[in-house]
């Protein structure tokens, strides 16, 4: 398997320090070299082009300048990380020590339920939860924004890594899993921030915008304990939330808002396919979370100051800066007839049918084996079967089979 910037850890375990050795780092040799190697750019989280990088006049000069100052007070960070293992793939051990690189024991063994599932326990540790139950055939992983930031602060930090080298590792280094969810935060701590709830909340009113093919929005509490606007339902597979989060914590810490920063948090919230494929762009992009989100949300979401959707709210505009438009491509789930012509080939009869034809071909099996053996031929379809074979008879345009297919289905008694 190949190794590019954003590809795999290293492998050889040679360190002291478990969590480095599980990714291959040795603790003396955990340098700017190694950083390169798991594909942190040295300057990732810093703005480093300089002023002088700029062609044109002074003007020009200050308005980049300003801009770009305004841009350093943005931040973007995942708020909720919620990730489906097979059992038949995965351990909670392996979940735990390989890919979260914590130590098992120090996780709790507790009575636990998710919604819309059937686990019925789970193991926790700092808010990190994995939700299992007899009743389901996978483990789910789920961190919050507070689990999150306990990862990032005692996992990920003191190891100088990232949440992308996280999501790379379990990405190109293992399959038979899903992200079912994430939450992906742009917050804003400007003290003139470029928008507020209430402001594209007033444009959302004079219906104003378009968010995919969305023109749903709510809001929920008000300006005194901080107003959220959502946009799109609640049961979409994406859904944006932009709110004061400077007004929600000082609601939840009760004291007064002049005591906390100005905090404005955007917030993205994927599910299903689009969280999964989601990562799985970003991971194969070289564009930082920030300007990766951006971009998926000027490729979604428009804001007008007109009613003939002509003038792109300033603001909106500002705000997404010159973060080039994403588009996360979905592959068509696979048809049932495909499902089941996979699922025979590797996990099926497959290779028993090869032997079987293997023996009658070079006059190895008793008779009533061959018997057996050329009844295939005369075995009917079952009806669900036959639907899937017309349906791919239809789509290579063969529709003369049609009728054959039809002659071999299995009558129900």
Request: charged share 30%; glycine share 4%; aromatic share 14%.
């Amino acid at each position: 398997m190949s190794v590019d910037a954003d590809g795999p850890f290293l492998t050889d375990r040679v360190c002291s320090n478990t969590i480095l050795c599980k990714l291959g780092v040795p603790s003396k040799e955990f340098s700017n070299t190694i950083l390169c190697k798991l594909g942190v750019p040295s300057k990732e989280f810093s703005i480093s082009k300089g002023f002088g990088d700029f062609k044109g006049g002074k003007i020009r000069q200050k308005v980049e300048s300003k801009s770009m100052a305004k841009n350093e007070h943005l931040r973007s960070v995942f708020d909720w990380i919620q990730i489906q293992f097979d059992k038949t793939e995965f351990s909670p051990r392996e979940i735990i020590e390989d890919i979260l690189f914590l130590d098992y024991d120090l996780f709790i063994e507790n009575k636990g339920s998710l919604k819309y599932y059937n686990y019925d326990s789970q193991l926790h540790h700092g808010n990190i939860r994995i939700y299992y139950g007899a009743k389901e055939s996978s483990y789910m992983l789920v961190m919050s924004g507070q689990a999150l930031e306990f990862f990032r602060d005692m996992v990920l930090d003191p190891n100088s890594l990232s949440e992308r080298q996280f999501l790379n590792n379990l990405y190109y280094n293992y399959n038979q899993f899903s992200v079912r969810r994430i939450d992906i935060a742009i917050d804003d701590f400007n003290e003139t921030p470029y928008f507020t709830p209430n402001q594209l909340l007033k444009i959302c009113q004079k219906k104003r915008f378009i968010y995919g093919k969305s023109t749903y929005y709510n809001t929920y509490g008000d300006e005194a304990i901080g107003q959220t606007l959502y946009l799109r339902k609640p049961n979409d597979d994406e859904r944006l939330r932009i709110y004061d989060k400077r007004l929600e914590r000082a609601e939840k810490l009760g004291i007064s808002k002049r005591y906390i920063e100005n905090w404005i948090r955007t917030e993205l919230e994927l599910r299903k396919e689009k969280a999964h494929y989601f990562i799985q762009e970003w991971l194969h992009s070289e564009i930082d979370l920030l300007n990766f989100t951006k971009g998926y949300l000027k490729e979604k979401v428009r804001f007008y100051s007109d009613s003939q959707f002509s003038k792109p709210l300033r603001s909106w505009e500002k705000f997404l800066g010159h973060s080039k438009p994403v588009s996360i491509i979905i592959p068509k789930p696979k048809t049932e007839l495909e499902q089941k012509l996979e699922w025979f080939t590797y996990k099926g009869s497959g290779a028993i049918l090869k032997a079987y034809k293997f023996l009658y071909d070079n006059n190895l099996l008793h008779e009533y084996e061959k018997s057996n053996y050329l009844a295939l031929n005369n075995m009917e379809y079952p009806p669900d079967l036959a639907s899937g074979l017309i349906e791919r008879a239809i789509l290579f345009k063969r529709e003369d089979l049609i009728p054959t297919i039809k002659e071999n289905i299995k009558r129900r008694n």
